[in-house]
């Protein structure tokens, strides 16, 4: 069993921490960590709940692996209906929080109703309390690790918080964990946020003893691990350049968002690239990148540590940003970047440094910017509206947005709804990148059509992280499509999104899937968990997990017509790159895409679906 | 030719793999906490650093402890608790200047690196080769006894 | 050459293996006063728990050890020593001469002037024998009252405790182990060994001793209260064994002076150990540490000498570690802080764990622990390799736990 069998549930109203067994029927239908955490929330609340309600749920998950020495097995989920989607909301974070809880001897934590005053939760083994957080309200995810550490006089406590963005309701507000890891997307920290709950700190000393067969997970792991370090992207491309590496790469091939959307490919992607954060700088002659890093068991080590220019703009005056820590990746260099049309490294490495400071989604953030910026060029805000001048390109507007956000001031308060509110507030709805009103990721869903359908479909909202096709369309794995067809798109798009909840649930990083497929990774969990974990089930595992957050989505009031693209995808083709004349198909490919799942052209699963995944 | 645990900071990404290893071979579960091994992370300075036992040739915890319990093992050297005749008195644990001999309260006896009776598994586990198992003259094992030596040691050479 | 060991403790053990091992060639004597193998009275409190049998105390558990180092053994009390002679008189009226001598031999409990105190259920805790004869009247349900709440006091009650005793303790100070402790970790230790059900009596100590009429003994505290008792462990704490020296030339003060090279004031007399005084590591002041790991420092830097290899100790430094019924504690140097110098300390007694650390400008110089098991040496590493901690300073005012962290980053040590 790579289970503990036990949850810990928090009742914030009550002030209470109550242990229970895990449900095992369950967590043999979904696995664990996103899987079971969505069972769990979707049994425990109404759909229509408003996410900021004391009604609604918050669920911190480990998966069976979470905790082992399986590689990256070192991941907590935080489920929850997103305050920004509306949705079913599921973020996934590394770091060493998760394994923690694990190692206290818990599998998650559900976190219910809404404290009277701040508090956070102190878990150390069997011992659960919530204290009062009154002297950490206020305090950055940073000053909160920190002090709580402090005040626990134990450098080993791990620490997830949110900061100023989850208190001030910024609707894309993430949770921090280990200062530079985060459960970023949909809100999740904003529902944290509404509950007064500041941050949780665990300490776990019991281990993972409960493997089902030791020999044969040790032998299933190291073989596992092996294919990572054989595999060029994962075993090379990933630890010396990050998730960055992709930035030139998905630049030449015309699918690098920018502005807005407005074009495909940037001309200064090289100077925001992971070989730019290897120049020396001229300033002071050192790299921006000061070394890679692990979270909790990764071989991989794409994690990004980075020291800013203490010259630059942003930072000359604040030597507290002087110091090493969690540098660009991908996802953020490009939201804060190209999608604003900002060339400025050192500039993105500080927005993305008050990001983890104060608890925002960096891509959310950022493209939001990036709509903020086309509204001011087009006339429809002005300069005393959002209190600066905000070209597309201003690396000072970024920075001072960034800090205007993250404090709740000013025009920040507009760009802490996100772009679809904040678009439909000053009248162009259109001109908000987002799906079910959740920001785009890096890739132009025109020039690689497979990701437009999965940020389409994604039932958290527009991500890259459902079904990343993009690891076909662009990078051959398992097999190369042509990303412009949207032919095959809707069978690979379901394939990989199915694959993804089975890696998600399992506790590890959807990252070793540029290198593993399911079949690398059905005998850890074969070897770590009870009963029968088959390929065949696996994938029904998988799938399941899917119509589950369908039906929820569903009966939260969401219809087949939120899976859809912005008008700009639809009718503004690339202007340069292969793609050039190009849009989406994705209203070709839905279709497709609803049968293909088993769904009416509704979008709705139909019966014998839901009947053949015991739904 | 004896060998030694050689340490590379620079090539540590902090996964805590070797943690995992240490403690799964020694008590047979998964937990770091008990691992014998430990990577202590420098966050602003982009640092890791695993740190253990030396096996140092001045074996504090062995000339303190007061009932021939830690023993040199013949064959690779390394300084080895031997459960059966630790009291748990925990005089070693305040000998070492390295702190690299823990008491574990649960067990109460002490523990330390015992390189694993000559295949370490830290050093299988590690995934970028920043623990090695080398011949002891390639890892600056002298280095890091004189070291040792003058930082620690109560003597001195006159 | 031939050098004679005065006592057969840890010192006088490490002493003449390691003379062995750099004089091959020499003469080795090495004299004990007790029936009993070299052994170790650290591990007293373990036999009296049943952990382990009297050879699991024996220094060295090999048979035939001291034999195959040709380390002759004698059973043997000094009662004079000819310093110009070089000859060393015995009880037996045997005389022994020498050409270096190596003074071992330790300390003694000491008896404090209370009447009664001779009476035979008033019993030390120091050797096997008292060992035996504190288990034979430490039965399930006596009442023991055990006087001192110092090291020995303190590493001894859970054995008490776990052979079924109603203990009480006695301790003149305001608090457990004043003399190894802070007021604030002395006090944690006094409140949980009270939780494990010991009956602590501090600022008190013992008027009197008399013959009980229920019990052997009834003893009458300084506080005017009157307890009755099975037996009276006199843990008081101890003193050097120097009686022998009287009228030599070698100096003595607490205990025997000695210089950096363990040297006595008379060349070719070294001392080890607990009976030793020597310079301090900061103050230079001489100071008796009497605990293990020190007596093994002193032993292995007099033999080198001894044997012609001129060897000097940087200076000692005070270190303790003491497990009051699962209480951890420890402490090093100048915990109780310098003057002139800053430091910090926190607790948290509802788990257990309390940390001092006491600083002399950027030098840790002291510190005390209660509760901490992980790395806990490192301070001794810190203190004693007088790290300069720089920026690191600051970090341990805010977080004293981070002392691991500061001393790899000082240090470096294996980078």
């Known amino acids: 069993m790579g289970w503990n069998k036990k949850v810990l549930r928090v009742n914030l109203t009550a002030g209470t921490c109550t242990p229970e067994p895990l449900n095992m029927e369950w967590a043999n239908d979904y696995l664990g960590s996103r899987g079971l955490a969505s069972k769990y929330l979707v049994s425990e609340i109404d759909p229509k709940v408003d996410p900021l309600a004391p009604e609604n749920k918050m669920i911190m998950s480990t998966g069976p692996l979470t905790g082992t020495m399986a590689s990256t097995g070192g991941r907590y989920t935080v489920v929850t209906k997103g305050a920004l989607t509306n949705a079913i909301a599921c973020s996934n974070s590394g770091g060493f929080f998760g394994a923690e809880l694990k190692y206290a001897g818990w599998d998650m934590i559900i976190f219910e109703g809404k404290s009277p005053k701040p508090v956070y939760l102190a878990l150390e083994n069997d011992k659960a309390e919530l204290r009062d957080a009154a002297h950490l309200w206020g305090k950055s995810c940073w000053e909160t690790e920190e002090t709580i550490k402090r005040l626990h006089q134990d450098p080993l406590t791990r620490v997830c918080s949110i900061g100023g963005a989850g208190e001030n309701g910024v609707l894309y507000a993430g949770i921090i964990n280990d200062l530079h890891r985060a459960a970023g997307r949909s809100g999740v920290g904003t529902v944290m946020g509404s509950k007064n709950l500041k941050a949780v700190a665990i300490r776990g000393t019991k281990g993972v003893s409960g493997i089902r067969d030791f020999p044969a997970f040790l032998a299933a792991t190291t073989a596992a691990k092996k294919v990572l370090a054989d595999n060029a992207v994962t075993g090379q491309g990933l630890p010396t350049y990050g998730t960055q590496v992709l930035m030139n790469v998905i630049n030449e091939m015309g699918a690098l968002p920018t502005r807005n959307h407005r074009d495909v490919q940037f001309e200064d992607a090289g100077k925001i690239s992971a070989e730019a954060m290897h120049e020396k700088r001229p300033t002071d002659g050192k790299a921006h990148l000061v070394t890679n890093a692990a979270c909790f068991g990764c071989t991989i080590a794409c994690g990004r540590i980075s020291k800013m220019d203490e010259t630059h703009f942003s930072v000359k005056n604040s030597p507290k940003y002087w110091g090493a820590s969690g540098g660009l990746e991908y996802e953020a260099a490009w939201a804060l970047g190209a999608a604003n049309g900002v060339g400025d490294l050192e500039a993105l490495q500080y927005v993305n440094m008050l990001c983890n400071e104060h608890g925002m989604d960096p891509i959310s953030f950022g493209t939001t910017v990036g709509a903020a910026m086309e509204l001011f060029e087009l006339g429809i805000l002005s300069k005393e509206q959002i209190g600066l001048e905000a070209p597309f390109g201003s690396a000072e507007a970024l920075c001072k947005l960034a800090e205007m956000t993250a404090a709740g001031e000013g025009f920040g308060k507009d760009l802490a709804l996100g772009s679809a509110r904040m678009c439909a507030k000053y009248g162009r709805p259109d001109l908000s990148m987002s799906v079910k009103s959740q920001e785009f990721p890096a890739y132009d869903g025109r020039s690689i059509q497979g990701i437009g359908l999965g940020y389409a479909t994604s039932n958290r909202g527009a991500c890259h992280l459902r079904g990343y096709t993009v690891a076909s369309e662009v990078l051959g794995i398992p097999v190369k499509t042509d990303p412009l067809a949207t032919e095959g798109k809707p069978e690979l798009l379901k394939a990989f999104q199915d694959a993804t909840g089975v890696f998600d649930s399992a506790g590890i990083c959807v990252f070793t899937s540029f290198a593993w497929t399911l079949a690398d990774v059905q005998p850890q969990i074969q070897a770590a968990c009870e009963g029968d974990w088959s390929m065949e089930k696996l994938n029904l595992v998988g799938e399941r997990i899917w119509n589950m957050e369908r039906q929820f989505n569903l009966a939260a009031g969401l219809t087949g017509k939120d899976d859809d693209l912005p008008p700009r995808l639809k009718t503004e083709p690339c202007k340069t790159g292969p793609g050039k004349g190009v849009v989406s198909g994705v209203e070709q490919m839905m279709p497709i895409y609803y049968q293909v799942r088993g769904w009416t052209p509704e979008g709705v699963p139909e019966t014998a679906t839901l009947e053949r995944l015991g739904l | ?158 | ?415």
């Not at chain 3, 307890?227 to 462990?233: A, G, H, N, T, V």
Request: charged letters at 20%; hydrophobic letters at 40%; one cysteine or more.
């Open chain 2, 1 to 158: 030719m004896q060998k030694s645990l050689h340490i590379d900071p620079g090539k540590c990404t902090g996964c805590l793999q070797c943690e995992m290893a240490c403690s799964y071979e020694h008590t047979g579960a998964i937990n770091p906490s008990k691992s014998r091994i430990k990577v202590f992370d420098f966050e602003h300075e982009g640092r890791k650093v695993p740190y253990t036992c030396t096996q140092c040739a001045d074996a504090w915890c062995m000339n303190a402890c007061p009932v021939d319990a830690i023993v040199i093992d013949l064959i690779t050297g390394a300084k080895v608790v031997k459960e059966s005749t630790c009291v748990g008195c925990k005089v070693c644990t305040i000998a070492c200047p390295f702190g690299t001999i823990n008491y574990m309260a649960d067990v109460g006896k002490v523990q330390k690196c015992d390189l694993c009776d000559g295949d370490p598994k830290c050093v299988t586990a590690c995934p970028t080769a920043a623990i090695t198992y080398v011949d002891a003259d390639w890892t600056g094992l002298d280095r890091m006894r004189s070291w040792a030596a003058k930082a620690n040691t109560a003597a001195v050479a006159a």
């Open chain 3, 1 to 415: 050459m031939k050098h004679i060991i005065l006592g057969n403790g840890p010192a006088g053990v490490v002493a003449a293996e390691t003379l062995r091992r750099v004089a091959p060639a020499d003469d080795i004597l090495l004299v004990g006063n007790e029936d009993e193998p070299p052994y170790s009275r650290m591990a007293i409190p373990y036999l009296l728990e049943g952990n382990i049998d009297e050879a699991g105390t024996y220094l060295r558990k090999t048979a035939g050890h001291f034999a195959s180092l040709r380390i002759e053994q004698r059973r043997g009390r000094v009662v004079a020593v000819n310093t110009e002679k070089q000859t060393i008189l015995f009880e037996d009226g045997h005389f022994e001469s020498y050409d270096r001598l190596l003074i071992a031999t330790g300390s003694h409990p000491v008896r404090p002037p209370i009447p009664g105190i001779d009476l035979p259920e008033a019993q030390t805790c120091w050797t096997l024998e008292d060992a035996r004869a504190i288990a034979a009247r430490a039965q399930p349900g006596s009442r023991v009252l055990q006087l001192g709440a110092g090291f020995i006091g303190c590493i001894i009650m859970e054995a008490l405790v776990k052979r079924g005793v109603h203990l009480t303790v006695v301790e003149m100070g305001d608090r457990m182990v004043p003399r190894m402790m802070t007021p604030e970790a002395g006090g944690m230790i006094k409140r949980w060994v009270e939780k494990q059900g010991v009956n602590v009596v501090t600022k008190a100590g013992v008027d009197r001793i008399e013959k009980g009429q229920n019990r052997p003994l009834t003893v009458t505290l300084t506080t005017g209260d009157q307890l009755e008792c099975d037996l009276l462990i006199v843990a008081a704490g101890v003193a050097p064994n120097v009686a022998f020296l009287e009228g030599t030339a070698v100096h003595v003060a607490k205990g025997i002076l000695v210089d950096a090279t363990m040297q006595t004031s008379v060349p070719g007399i070294y001392a080890a150990g607990d009976v030793a005084e020597a310079p301090d590591l900061f103050s230079g002041r001489h100071l008796v540490s009497a605990i293990q790991p020190n007596a093994v420092d002193q032993a292995r830097i007099a033999a080198l000498n001894m044997a012609g290899q001129p060897t000097e100790m940087k200076g000692v430094l005070a270190i303790n570690v003491l497990d009051s019924m699962g209480m951890i504690s420890s402490s090093f140097g100048e915990w109780q802080g310098v003057e002139g110098g800053d430091g910090v300390e926190r607790a948290d007694e509802a788990n257990g764990r309390y940390i001092s650390l006491q600083f002399q400008g950027e030098v840790l110089v002291g510190a005390t622990s209660v509760g901490l098991t992980e790395h806990v040496g490192a301070l001794r590493g810190l203190i004693q390799g007088k790290t300069k901690l720089g920026a690191w300073k600051p970090k341990l005012l805010e977080t004293p736990t981070r002392f691991v962290e500061a001393y790899i980053a000082c240090q470096r040590p294996n980078s």
